[in-house]
């Protein structure tokens, strides 16, 4: 049986698990799944992870689960098992077992917080056994038939593991902003300081950016005393996710994507996804008139003694200054953070396979129908970069299962998996120090 080693314990990974677990209970041929995470399970839906406090909100429905939306299509016969079997492992299954099933239908279905979202990780996690290295991922080398990891614990101590495949998920680290100033926060700045209640008395805020990172401190910010809120990003103005069924429903069910063109893929994830605020967190900022839209890119920050300037451009126009007390740098993850984790190796290798150096356009064009990238011999599973070839939904909560799918997929190809029990074993251990 080969070995996929996951880095990051979020709702990616368990998906992929949970899938591969249900799988072989089922006697399907599926791989080990080893899952490596420097904090908990859902590490970065806790204060702990930088990304948010923990009492904000998910802004998708929970139904969008680790299964969502349960259609395997491809084990002839089997398909059925495979979807009843993943319901085990739902949202509603985790309210079932811990007794709020009742409540929240009564309280109107409410997006749970995402220390609960976390908590429902850890469940499913609990639930298959799931195999969690703890530790942090430094680097990946290239190895005879696979990837070698090397993997820090929290003690200083390196651990190497072999694996056949590797996939890589999350958004990276969140503790880079914009300057190195005092008035300017990260992200994990600006949680650390929130769950301390220790921000910064300001009376003009600027958050920059326009997406759920953004989304999630503007939600923090308007519950404190500040005169104005601006939210800085390039688009025109803030949009909002449409959450109708037809957007939606490219995000569930990615089949309709490879029938539309690159710019028509464009449009619909500029207009849906890339700097956009999901309708709760829109709601619950229209009607705070000290919240406000300030257009441009931020080219500048410089130290104006009590504030910061920020340089705004937005061409053709000439550019606009702005000073503010205090900062936060909510641009969300960088596309291509797991690069740093390479050796010169495995980024010749990498290289190889997209054609040229490696910059996002060039990798995100190079994701296969299995969500990794094409050419490489080594099966390197990329979900956060397949968007634009493969489907909206792959790089967030929209469609999980789908995703399993895509990444266990290959593990039956060819062969018989109607009605035989094949490769229900679990083989020797590979993965291990
Ligand atoms: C505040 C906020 C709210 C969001 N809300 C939504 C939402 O409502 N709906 C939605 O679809 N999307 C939302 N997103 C986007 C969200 O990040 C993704 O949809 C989803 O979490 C990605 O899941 P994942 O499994 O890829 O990564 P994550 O859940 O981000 O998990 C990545 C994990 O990797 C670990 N990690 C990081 N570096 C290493 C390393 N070197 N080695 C090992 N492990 C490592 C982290 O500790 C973390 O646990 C939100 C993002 C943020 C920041």
Do not use: F, L
């Given at each position: 049986m080969k070995t996929l080693l996951v880095v990051g314990a979020g709702p990616k990974a368990l998906a992929v698990a949970t899938k591969s677990h249900v799988l072989r209970e089922l006697g399907l041929p599926a791989p080990r799944v080893v899952v490596v995470e420097p904090h908990a399970v859902g590490g970065n839906w806790l204060?702990?992870?930088?990304?948010?406090?923990?009492?904000h909100r998910l802004g998708t429905s929970p139904e969008k689960d680790v299964g969502f939306p349960y259609h395997t299509t491809?084990?002839?016969?089997?398909n059925r098992e495979i979807n009843e079997a993943m319901h085990d492992f739902s949202w509603t299954a985790f309210l079932v077992d811990q007794g709020g099933y009742a409540e929240w239908i009564d309280r109107g279905r409410p997006s749970p917080q995402h220390h609960v979202w976390a908590k429902y990780l850890q469940w499913v996690g609990h639930r298959i056994d799931l195999e969690l290295v703890q530790g942090r991922v430094h680097s990946i080398a290239p190895a005879a038939d696979g990837w070698l990891v090397s993997v820090t614990d929290a003690d200083g101590v390196v651990t190497q593991l072999d694996a056949d495949e590797l996939m890589i998920t999350g958004p990276g680290r969140s503790s880079r902003a914009l300057a190195d100033h005092p008035k300017v926060l990260s992200i994990s700045d600006f949680w650390e300081l929130a769950g301390r209640r220790a921000l910064p008395v300001s009376s003009r805020v600027a958050v920059i950016g326009g997406g759920e990172t953004a989304g999630s401190a503007l939600d923090e910010l308007v519950c404190h005393e500040m005169l104005t809120v601006s939210v800085i990003s390039p688009m025109a103005t803030l949009y909002t996710r449409g959450e109708s069924y037809f957007e939606n429903a490219l995000y569930s069910d990615p089949g309709k994507w490879a029938g539309l063109s690159l710019e028509q893929r464009r449009d619909v994830i500029r207009r849906t996804d890339r700097g956009v605020f999901s309708v709760r967190v829109q709601e619950s900022l229209l009607g705070d008139n000290r919240v406000h839209h300030l257009q441009g890119r931020v080219t500048r920050v410089r130290d104006s003694g009590e504030g910061v300037t920020l340089t705004l451009r937005n061409a053709p126009r000439p550019d606009e200054q702005h000073v503010f007390d205090l900062v936060v740098d909510a641009t969300g993850g960088q596309p291509l953070w797991f690069l740093d984790l390479f050796d010169g190796d495995a980024t010749d290798l990498l290289e190889l396979a997209v054609g040229g150096p490696l910059t996002q356009p060039r990798i995100e064009a190079a994701m296969g129908y299995d969500l990794a990238v094409a050419n490489l011999e080594a099966k390197l599973y990329l979900p956060n970069m397949s968007a634009l070839t493969q489907g909206p939904g792959f790089p967030n909560l929209s469609c999980l299962g789908e995703l399993s799918d895509r990444v266990l997929r290959p593990a039956v190809d060819g062969q018989e998996v109607a009605g035989r029990a094949v490769g229900a074993r679990v083989a020797p251990a590979r993965v291990g120090s």
């Open positions: 204060p702990s992870g930088g990304w948010t406090d923990g009492r491809w084990a002839r016969g089997r």
